[in-house]
């Protein structure tokens, strides 16, 4: 799978979007990029994932560039909640076996 | 209840000494991961069960380290003669049969082990 780089900390203000970039810059072209993350003493919880197209969620939205050697993933309206570390991964998507390789991710502190 | 059960939540033990740990997936999820994540690192993966078998085993780090799922439901991670550096949260996950697999996976809230 793909590796992929992160910051490894942001801030963001309540209420402001929060847009989380990663750089995946030897995707193939069967990965997709997938995005977790981790609140405190919490298991990981997915967010999105996408293959070329812009996806959008209740939670999330993942823009990624048209060469597809990076991404973003913009929370629209930062709550306190959102305080956590988001992951970027990405994999290929078909088979069984979903194994998820994680780096260190970003850790998004959503401020007051 | 509806997610993925782990247990027990904490587990202290001294070193040496011999150690399980119990997930209990989604119903009806036929695949299961182990998970192991030190302080400030992202989670590690260990092992991989379709059913009752153990897919892929490439992240056990060692022999001492062994899990089973004899009826393709719970499943346990057994650590033999742990030691100081077996210490972290173990993480368990789950995930639908390949017809409805988006690649989503549900994790536990983990068992953190300390070996003193």
């Known amino acids: 799978d793909a590796k992929t780089t992160q910051p490894p900390s942001m801030d963001c203000a309540e209420g402001r979007a929060a847009n989380l970039p990663c750089n995946h810059s030897?995707?193939?072209?069967?990965?997709?990029v997938y995005w977790y993350r981790q609140i405190h003493s919490q298991g990981p919880q997915y967010i999105i994932h996408?293959?070329?197209n812009n996806e959008t969620n209740e939670m999330a939205s993942l823009i990624i560039t048209e060469d597809r050697k990076s991404s973003t993933l913009i929370l629209p309206h930062a709550t306190l909640r959102d305080t956590a570390v988001y992951y970027c991964?990405?994999?290929?998507?078909?088979?069984?076996?979903?194994?998820?390789?994680f780096g260190k991710g970003t850790l998004l502190t959503v401020n007051p | 209840g509806a997610g993925v059960s782990q247990t027990p939540s904490n587990k202290v033990t001294e070193k040496g000494k011999y150690v399980e740990l119990r997930c209990d997936p989604i119903s009806g999820h036929t695949a299961l991961y182990w998970y192991r994540q030190s302080l400030g690192q992202g989670p590690e993966f260990l092992i991989y069960f379709q059913g009752t078998g153990a897919a892929d085993d490439s992240g056990l780090p060692n022999d001492r380290f062994f899990a089973v799922r004899p009826e393709g439901s719970v499943s346990t991670l057994k650590i033999q003669r742990t030691e100081r550096g077996d210490s972290a949260v173990y993480l368990c996950?789950?995930?639908?049969?390949?017809?409805?697999?988006?690649?989503?996976?549900?994790f536990g809230e983990g068992s953190r082990l300390t070996v003193l």
């Open positions: 996408g293959l070329k």
């Open positions: 991964i990405v994999r290929v998507r078909g088979g069984s076996n979903y194994k998820l390789t």
């Open positions: 030897t995707i193939s072209g069967n990965e997709y």
């Open positions: 996950a789950s995930s639908p049969g390949t017809s409805l697999n988006t690649g989503e996976l549900f």
